[in-house]
């Protein structure tokens, strides 16, 4: 009799070994490699022969295309990120720090669903029925019709949610709980997480029903499992937040039906979620408009302007290799800022603490932000406040040559409408509106920027400049 054959999986990449090791050769994690039964996936086992595949009914390109229908939840922010609504027959997945809000946020949503006469099924791996009510009542969710269960084995979820009408939304919290009868593995584990995400998927492209699944993150802040759970699901989402700070992110990393890259922003209160409809606000409400050091930032994330100020605090000091402290910010790109200023602009920073912090606990992704770092940094180091009216977006290049950026007619309209008169933004940008009430002072290179602070000359200019 032939000896059953073994193999180690790895629990954070899924990478496959032939022997147990003590260290991922995948990713370089240690102590995550975990020995599983290969024959206890969906389709195999013990002396069971290849199923006889039958045919699928092949089409031709053309044809009429059926517009898959969105289900809005009323919510504003959240119809945001998922680009209109929850698709149906769709697979969604959200990821998000431990106790930022992901329960929160999906009680909300399914709360709000039933209220407009939606099915909702919210299955709880995590809770029990009365934990996920006391939630409900505190949200004010307790009146509506969801239906609510507390199950982690995957055979009996698909038993419940197939029984009567189709729901049109099945919310499972969370995938990491999920264990299925054909894999032979604990729950948790790469087979496991791989097989339940398979089986939930399954049912909703056969049925129409929109899954909504949560998933952990990693110390890393990726989610956790395997990669290949996020290459399945149609949308991947992320919740976002610091805890210092009462507001969160939704943000859409994968969206096959719409969008990436668009952002919902939350402010988590004691009675759940609030929506904010203007973030740029919610990021400027506390500024002090004569300190030195600090720049409006006019951001794009996805489709929606966001406006944030960027402080810089530059410091002599007397170590031997001087501090460089980034929060919100890629450090590797402020490096960058700090050797074009020194080489190009005489910026001499060599001897000085360099501190850098975004607002409000948001991060910056995007390298439109470099004017604004590079404004903040020198501005810090003269001691010279920067107009209070004015915003300030840009690429810099290693020339030390400012670059446009995308949607600038966008920044400029979203810092109007909050009443700032003045920017500083890239030459030659491409869509510069036309007639617009707002002054602007377009710069090609840096060290004009860094010259007109250093002699505080940066001012708004009295008639408009258009290039």
């Given at each position: 009799?032939?000896?059953?054959k073994?193999?180690f ?7 496959v ?5 003590g ?5 370089g ?12 996936g ?14 699928v ?18 919510m ?7 680009g209109?609504g929850?698709v ?8 998000g720090?431990?106790?930022?809000g992901?329960?929160?946020l999906?009680?909300q949503?399914?709360?709000a669903l ?13 809770e029990?029925v009365?934990?996920v009510?006391?939630?409900?009542q505190?949200?004010?969710a ?7 269960a ?9 038993a ?7 729901p ?11 264990w299925?009868d054909?894999a032979?593995?604990?729950?948790g584990?790469?087979?496991?997480v791989?097989t ?5 998927i ?6 129409g ?5 949560v998933?952990h993150?990693?110390k890393?802040?990726?989610?956790a499992g395997?990669r290949?759970v ?7 989402l992320y919740f ?7 507001y969160r992110i939704l943000r ?9 890259d668009?952002?919902?922003v ?5 009675k759940g979620?609030r929506?904010?409809?203007?973030p740029?606000?919610l990021?400027?409400g506390?500024r002090?408009?004569k300190?030195?050091?600090?720049a ?5 994330e996805?489709?929606?302007p ?15 290799t ?7 910010w ?6 960058m800022i700090?050797?074009v200023?020194e080489a190009?602009c005489g910026?001499r ?6 501190y850098?912090?975004v ?15 590079a404004?903040a940094?020198v501005?810090?180091?003269a001691?010279?406040?920067?107009p209070a ?28 409408k ?10 030659a ?17 840096l060290?004009d920027?860094?010259?007109r602070?250093?002699?505080s000359?940066?001012?708004a200019?009295t ?5």
């Amino acid at each position: 009799m032939a000896k059953a054959k073994t193999q180690f999986v790895c629990q954070n990449c899924g990478t496959v070994h032939s022997r147990w090791a003590g260290k991922c050769d995948g990713c370089g994690e240690w102590n995550t490699i975990v020995e599983e039964d290969p024959m206890g996936g969906i389709g195999s086992g013990p002396g069971k022969m290849p199923k006889k595949g039958r045919p699928v009914t092949l089409t031709s390109l053309s044809g009429e295309i059926e517009e898959a229908p969105r289900i809005p939840t009323g919510m504003g922010e959240l119809d945001r990120a998922t680009g209109g609504g929850f698709v149906r027959g769709s697979a969604v997945l959200i990821g998000g720090d431990p106790g930022i809000g992901k329960s929160t946020l999906l009680m909300q949503a399914a709360a709000a669903l039933a209220r407009r006469g939606h099915r909702i099924i919210y299955v709880s791996g995590e809770e029990a029925v009365a934990q996920v009510r006391l939630r409900a009542q505190r949200l004010g969710a307790a009146d509506t019709d969801v239906l609510l269960a507390a199950e982690t084995n995957v055979e009996d979820i698909l038993a419940t949610i197939s029984e009567g009408k189709r729901p049109d939304l099945v919310i499972i919290d969370s995938i990491q709980t999920l264990w299925s009868d054909t894999a032979d593995s604990a729950p948790g584990t790469v087979t496991q997480v791989r097989t339940g995400v398979q089986a939930m998927i399954r049912f909703a492209k056969q049925t129409g029903a929109t899954m909504v699944l949560v998933g952990h993150v990693t110390k890393e802040g990726q989610i956790a499992g395997p990669r290949v759970v996020e290459h399945m699901v149609d949308a991947v989402l992320y919740f976002e937040g610091d805890r210092g700070h009462h507001y969160r992110i939704l943000r859409t990393v994968k969206n096959r039906f719409g969008p990436t890259d668009e952002i919902g922003v939350f402010e988590m209160s004691d009675k759940g979620l609030r929506e904010v409809a203007n973030p740029s606000e919610l990021f400027l409400g506390e500024r002090n408009e004569k300190a030195p050091g600090a720049a409006v930032f006019a951001g794009m994330e996805g489709t929606r302007p966001v406006l944030v100020e960027v402080q810089a605090l530059v410091a002599a000091t007397s170590l031997g290799t001087p501090r460089r402290a980034v929060v919100g910010w890629d450090s590797s790109r402020l490096a960058m800022i700090l050797a074009v200023l020194e080489a190009h602009c005489g910026v001499r920073l060599g001897q000085h603490d360099v501190y850098l912090n975004v607002a409000g606990g948001y991060r910056i992704s995007e390298p439109a932000a470099d004017m604004a770092i590079a404004s903040a940094l020198v501005s810090s180091l003269a001691g010279l406040a920067l107009p209070a009216d004015c915003v300030y977006f840009g690429e810099v290049s290693l020339s030390g040559a400012v670059r446009p950026v995308a949607h600038t007619a966008q920044r400029l309209k979203e810092a109007e409408k909050l009443g700032f008169s003045a920017a500083v933004l890239p030459a030659a940008s491409p869509d510069l509106p036309k007639g617009s009430q707002g002054k602007w002072r377009e710069v090609d290179s840096l060290p004009d920027l860094v010259a007109r602070i250093a002699g505080s000359r940066l001012k708004a200019p009295t008639d408009q400049e258009d290039g």
